[in-house]
């Protein structure tokens, strides 16, 4: 009886001291539920990680929703706190409001190992703890497309950015005026905060540069997409490019990342660390994937008429 009650206490030490805690995944989202590039992230971080011996957690910074720094801040503020509550063992975040208001200003002595998509271009823009964050960066095919563009519209001298006002967008601006110079280009830009700006600056673009390229209007309030549709199919004069899909009904090209892509490499790494691989064996990539796209309607008003080889590879 006394050697059965040994083994019994053995068992139950030696079960307790190897039973495994769920692991708790974190996720911040720069963005809302409903903004296309990050739902693309989201969908595939519920399917893969939300799963048994896991405990994932959503949360949203709501950056294209909220206008102001103020208001950001005190959203990144009450995240941090809900962060420092959950207690995660993996941070994951998508896009760089995440970065900027979250990682960057709270998490540079950090244990947690972080890992993010969606990034623009560089993450050298942010001061981060280089042994425990790891991510893939955003890089669109922006050079490309306009390069397939110039070769139909070879006078193209002067390019108009059109798109909202936010830390993506200005950051872009920064780092991508080197890319149109040069390309010969000379750069406009109009960062808008609503739908009447958007109307009144693709106008004036429309008169006065021979390029207009519309990266997104995530952030932009009011947005009316049939107004909008209506708009440009009635007054457009000059090329519109893009480099995202869910921004073809308003431009005449576009050659875009693959929403997926991040996404997938964001819950790849997640699990590599969750069987045991260390954060600094991971390897920071890039977005490498391309899909082409046209409208025909807003092409053949401008009389962009794609070769019988670029037609092939449009999605």
Sequence with gaps: MKFTFVLITVWLLVSCTTEQQPNRIYYLNSYHA???SSDAVEKLVREKLDREGLTLKVSYLNGKLLQSDSLKLAQAAHILEDIRLFEPDIILVSDDDAIKY???????????????????WSKDQYALNNDLVRGMLEVLPLGGCIDTVKNYFPEVKRIGI?????????SNKRLLDSLYRHRGLTPSYALVDSFSQWVDAFRHMNETVDLIYIPTNGGILNWDAQVAKDLLAAEIRVPIITCESFMMSYAVFGMTRVLEEQGEW???AADQLLAGKAITS?????????????????AE?????????LMKSIY
């Design 282 to 298: 991971i390897q920071n990539t890039k977005n490498v994937r391309v899909e082409y796209h046209l409208n025909e309607k807003l």
């Design 266 to 268: 964001l819950t790849m």
């Design 301 to 309: 008003v401008i009389k962009f008429d794609p070769s019988p080889e």
């Design 162 to 170: 059109l798109s909202e006002n936010s830390v993506s967008e200005h």
């Design 102 to 120: 979250v990682i960057e200003p709270y998490f540079e002595n950090s244990e947690t190992p972080v890992l993010f998509c969606g990034v623009n």
């Design 34 to 36: 409903g903004y296309a």
